[in-house]
């Protein structure tokens, strides 16, 4: 996959994951609109990434993502890199805050998409990537909103490939674990295998060379997520810690 002269924009690009793939992929002479809500951080990017272009965006108004997409035009590929998250168990059950976390995860893919996947079925191209997660396969304890949401998009990108698959539009998810943010800073447990945001932005630019679908990572972690389904549901939780 040559990079080379495309354009690409990354929904969730302040920080994190979304900021180290979009410096990746300008890195690859890949032209970049990055949109996030932080508007003083997007001006901040679009000096620190060669020939970046912001475009602040909320995810969860549909004015705001009817107005971005009119500033951003056509593109050869979309990253919709969001992932809202705070622990919440059950018993501590914020209901505003779990519907906030999926609007931005799960809903905002669907406003977002909904302006952008019928041009490019139309045209027969386009590259769409989904950032799920491997909360999004199975279950855990104190993720109420997050994982679910994650799931819910994971299942989006299937949705998309069976419909998209024959007709020139590639369509890809990547599912990262834990990686080293302002996010993940909130968890009080162990997390294995934690990732640093530019090792996980390597992970996801060599997915996209791929033809694969889908792609979990880091192994051996994401293979106990993979293979969740085929646990006993005690046993899975006894090995989350729960």
Do not use: C
Request: a neutral charge.
């Amino acid at each position: 996959m040559n990079l080379n002269g495309k354009t690409y924009w990354i929904i969730g690009a302040s920080e994190g994951l979304g900021l180290a793939l979009a410096r990746l992929l300008s890195a690859e002479g890949a032209q970049v609109i990055l949109s996030a809500r932080n508007s003083e951080r997007l001006q901040e990017m679009e000096k620190e990434i060669d020939g970046a272009r912001g475009v602040a965006m909320d995810v969860t108004d549909g004015e705001s993502v009817a107005q971005a997409v009119e500033q951003v035009g056509e593109v050869d590929g979309i990253v919709y890199s969001v992932g809202l998250y705070d622990p919440m168990p059950a018993q501590d059950w914020d209901a505003e805050r779990a519907l906030s976390i999926a609007e931005a995860n799960y809903m905002g893919a669907l406003r977002v998409l909904g302006h952008i996947v019928p041009g490019m079925a139309r045209r027969k191209d386009g590259h769409i990537v989904l950032v799920g997660s491997l909360a999004g396969f199975s279950g855990l304890p104190g993720a109420i909103g997050y994982a679910s949401s994650k799931a819910a998009l994971m299942h989006l990108a299937e949705d998309m490939y069976a419909d998209l698959h024959r007709s020139g539009v590639r369509v890809q998810r990547v599912n990262p674990g834990f990686i080293r943010t302002r996010l993940t800073a909130k968890n009080e447990f162990t997390m294995p295998q934690i990732m640093e945001p530019e090792g996980a932005a390597r992970h996801v630019l060599r997915a996209m060379r791929s033809g694969r679908f889908s792609t979990s990572f880091p192994k051996p972690f994401a293979l106990l997520f993979m293979g969740s389904k085929f646990l006993p549901r005690r046993l899975f939780l006894r090995l989350m810690g729960a």
